[in-house]
């Protein structure tokens, strides 16, 4: 399958797409892990990232596409793709069309996770992820077996650090500002899967049966 995950941070993307990873060997692919993991490495992409990122701004578009624009040549997109956290400005969402076109690529569609701010608000102050392989935790439903260590590879489950409340407050205003037009944008195109998004089973589900048509 080839989608797009849409959706405020917190709103289950990342959880969403490890459940359709599993069910066709479809590739997950994070701008938000690809930039985490440039910042921790120490490169060029990380240098710049890293300041618009702790202050739960956005990375220039540029930059982003970029990275995208290489990303999506790799091997294992061909598997197909599920793209989580891009586009995430109606500039990245028409570069995106334009490479997809010049790739002969065609989605299947852009789904869009609706979920209560109240929810958001609890799930990401709650939220714990483990620095070496990206996987998720929640303090209250779903902590890690080991205090603090990461059930699949040991590594440290921490709190994000854009994800004090001063920085979940600039990202849920970013999210609302530039990102959420993009679901008019796509609906536009007849290309929008609006899912109620409070279960991540259901919304698999849902776009299980979509795909089916
Ligand atoms: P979220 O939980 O907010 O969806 P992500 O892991 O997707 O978090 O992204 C973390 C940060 O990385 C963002 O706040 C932003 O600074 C940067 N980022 C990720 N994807 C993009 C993008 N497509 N465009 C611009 N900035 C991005
Ligand atoms: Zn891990």
Redesign the pocket.
Known sequence: MRLILL?????G??TVAKLLTAIDGSVQI???????AAVKAGTELGKK?QT??T???????D??MGI?GERLLEDDCKAGFLL??????IP?AEALKELLAKLNIELDGVVNLNVPREVILDR?TTRRTCVDCGAIYNVKSNPPKEGGKCDACGGAVVQ?D?ETEE?ISK?LD??NEQTAPLAGFYEGKGMLWDINATSSDVVVGTIQANLKG
């Open positions: 959706g405020a941070p917190g709103a993307k990342g994070s701008t938000g892990d690809i930039l985490r990232a618009a990122m202050a739960g701004e956005l990375v220039s578009d930059l982003i995208m989580d956290g891009f586009p995430r400005t990245q990401l994000r854009d920085a990202r970013v999210f």
